[in-house]
């Protein structure tokens, strides 16, 4: 199958109306300009990361290196490895927690989106 050129693909974690936490699987387009400001790069996991909790803005997360399985608030869950994009849009509410799937490693990049920027993120057609 041969890869698509044109988008990368990406899961957003969302805020339902009720405030839980919830996700959407779809895409990114390629070679789009991200409002940002700044951008961090870790590779530490403190142990409230690991529990309930919002994303503290509204960012991209890139990882680099990690698989994570990360848990929605229906107890729902999704697979985080390096080639797709966690947008992390829910920041009020319970939020969402994460364990790793494999090693104990997770190198990742934040991208925090600024207040009125695009996030380009075009949800999969269920």
Do not use: C
């Amino acid at each position: 199958m041969k890869e698509n050129q044109e988008y990368i693909p990406a899961i957003r974690l969302i805020n339902a109306p009720d405030g839980s936490s919830t996700f959407e699987t779809g895409k990114i387009p390629v070679l789009k300009t991200i409002a940002t400001t700044s951008f961090r790069v870790s590779n530490t996991v403190e142990e409230w990361e690991k529990s309930d909790h919002p994303a503290p803005r509204r960012q991209y997360v890139v990882t680099v290196k990690g698989k994570i399985r990360f848990k929605v608030s229906s107890g729902e869950t999704f697979l985080i490895e390096p080639g797709i994009i966690l947008l992390a849009e829910d920041v009020e509410g319970k939020g969402h927690s994460w364990q790793f799937e494999e090693g104990e490693t997770w190198e990742r990049i934040y991208i925090p989106i600024t207040d009125q920027g695009e996030s380009f993120f075009i949800p999969d057609r269920n």
